[in-house]
Nanobody, 124 residues
Framework: VQLQASGGGLVQAGGSLRLSCAAS????????IGWFRQAPGKEREFVAS???????YYLDSVKGRFAISRDNAKNTAYLQMNSLKPEDTATYYC???????????????????WGQGTQVTVSS
């Protein structure tokens, strides 16, 4: 599975961005898709995930602001980010997992395939 993340950029606080994660080499609907982020000097952090059955998980601090979704026809997953804050500044990565058990879905080790990352910068 190859994943290509895109859609990052520079935005003012309160603005919006939509990140895309395009997959090739596999049918994305069969995988759990996760979004993670990593700010300089910090560990990679879980942001959101969507399972193959469309159950969704979010980091508490992004609930109500971010929305994860997928378009199976386009083999692409999305992360809609609204009401962005400076603390959302990070490199965002998409990842895919074929695991069934979800107890560790918020952990990076749960995911087998990773995209290259896209930079999101939120100015105050």
């Amino acid at each position: 599975v190859q994943l290509q993340a895109s859609g990052g950029g520079l935005v003012q606080a309160g603005g919006s961005l939509r990140l895309s994660c395009a997959a090739s080499g596999a049918t994305l609907s069969r995988y759990t898709i996760g979004w993670f982020r990593q700010a300089p000097g910090k560990e990679r952090e879980f942001v959101a995930s969507i399972r193959s059955g469309d159950r969704i998980y979010y980091l508490d601090s992004v609930k109500g602001r971010f929305a994860i979704s997928r378009d199976n026809a386009k083999n692409t997953a999305y992360l809609q980010m609204n009401s962005l804050k400076p603390e959302d500044t990070a490199t965002y990565y998409c990842a895919a997992s074929s695991r069934i058990i979800s107890s560790t879905i918020r952990m990076a080790d749960y995911y087998d395939y990773w995209g290259q990352g896209t930079q999101v910068t939120v100015s105050s």
